[in-house]
């Protein structure tokens, strides 16, 4: 088949104009995308150019196409509103760009990208539109892929967050929901995670001859591993006989033998485990690398200096036994380390030093309503209130009154 001519070769006879039209063709005929001129003025605005490459794109021959309106490549998918908006920007003399389904020869479908110009005459009449296709589908197949891989991600996050804040409910009912009857003895508490699920757990257990343990202990960390072992270690130290809890060094000894690091474990932990025996007003407690236990009396706080290695990380650590003496209206705290090493916005800790200061200001308040003030005073140093670690605060007052 001859070349096919340009619908403007008839009236052109200069010859280095003819030639600039024929290597315009050849620039045309090789261009990888569709390139279509369709008569602005005929009816229903027929094809009466197309290069090569449209024919590539499309599978239409120059014979199928020629004198047919370009909507013959639409099909079932084609979304009709778009077809409106390539419709109307014809009729406003105005470009338009565009992606829309259209149909190859063989009736598979692809994505076209599709631009439109009109083109004017001297006089500014439209009388001619060049549209250029281009086949976007793979761009369009990987934003689909894309687009369902993110929704596959959202669904995941989704049941991921029911299922942490799930677990975070397991954790926070292990914590005492009922603190046990105890004579001129009042508990409270407050337990602060940084995320969901907390390393932390804390607790108080009724022992015999009027006795009662609590302790607190931090998971190294933070999230889903240290919560799992945090958890454990409340079911396990919930199932040990009451015989072994009131020895606070068989029990500290007991658990650094099951949970040695070197074993199935990769968290070591610190701990607090106390024994008070209102009967003789005494407190026995074995610290394994644990922030200091705070007594306060008065206007004035102490820390209770006490050593010891962490849980899990040596064989034999050798705990040692400490008691105190204590009277009518002291209190006495445990706390995680998140309580005094939250920073603030310059790298400042909120400290010791403070937290004693603040457990001191909020005495004339009660118990709980002191760790509450305590806890919001270390928070305002955090950004957002969001702290860093998490954050227990356990406190035991000697006597009901609030003063």
């Known amino acids: 088949m001859p070349p096919q001519k340009h619908p403007l070769h008839s009236v052109l006879n200069d010859k280095d104009v003819m030639e600039q039209l024929l290597l315009k063709d050849r620039a045309f005929d090789a261009a990888a995308e569709g390139i279509t001129i369709a008569d602005a003025l005929a009816k229903d605005r027929p094809l009466i150019y197309i290069n090569e490459g449209f024919s590539r794109l499309t599978g239409y021959s120059v ?29 406003e003399d105005r470009n338009c760009e565009v992606e829309l389904m259209n149909y190859h020869k063989d009736g598979t479908p692809f994505w076209n990208r599709l631009s439109i110009t009109p083109i004017r005459d001297a006089s500014g009449t439209t009388t001619h539109l060049i549209g250029v296709q281009s086949d976007v589908s793979r761009r369009h197949l990987a934003e689909q892929r894309l687009t369902e891989s993110n929704a596959d991600l959202a669904a995941a996050n989704l049941r991921m967050k029911k299922e942490l804040m799930a677990a975070a409910k397991i954790q926070q009912d292990l914590l005492p929901t009922s603190i046990p009857q105890l004579d001129d003895i009042e508990v409270a508490w407050a ?25 607190l202990l931090d998971v190294c960390g933070h999230g889903v591993a240290a919560a799992l072992l945090s958890t454990a270690l409340s079911c396990w130290l919930s199932r040990m006989p009451k015989e072994l809890r009131q020895d606070p060094v068989a029990t500290v000894e007991q658990l650094n033998q099951s949970f040695q690091m070197y074993r199935d474990f990769s968290k070591f932990f610190t701990c607090c485990y106390a024994v008070m025996n209102p009967d003789n007003h005494t407190l026995q407690f ?5 922030p200091p236990p705070i007594l306060v009396r008065d206007n004035e706080a102490v820390e209770i200096k006490s050593t010891g290695f962490p849980v899990g990380i040596v064989p034999d650590p050798n705990y040692h036994l400490q008691e105190i003496s204590y009277q009518e209206g002291d209190r006495i705290y445990l706390y995680s380390d998140g309580a005094i090493e939250q920073k603030d916005s310059n790298g400042k800790m909120f400290g010791m030093e403070r937290l004693m200061e603040e457990l001191v200001r909020h005495r004339p308040i009660t118990l709980q309503e002191s760790i509450d003030e305590t806890l919001q005073a270390v928070l305002q140093m955090a950004s957002n209130n969001k702290n860093d670690d998490d954050i227990s605060i356990l406190g035991i007052q000697i006597g009901n009154d609030s003063c």
Do not use: M, W
Not at 66 to 91: H, M
């Open 191 to 215: 337990f602060r995670p940084c995320d969901e699920l907390a390393g932390d757990i804390l607790d108080v257990l009724t022992l015999k001859n009027n006795q009662f343990a609590f302790y």
């Open 286 to 290: 074995v610290s394994a690398g644990h």
């Open 63 to 91: 014979e199928e196409t020629l004198g047919s309106n370009c909507r013959f490549l639409q099909g079932p998918e084609t979304d009709p509103d778009t077809v409106r908006e390539i419709r109307t920007a014809i009729e």
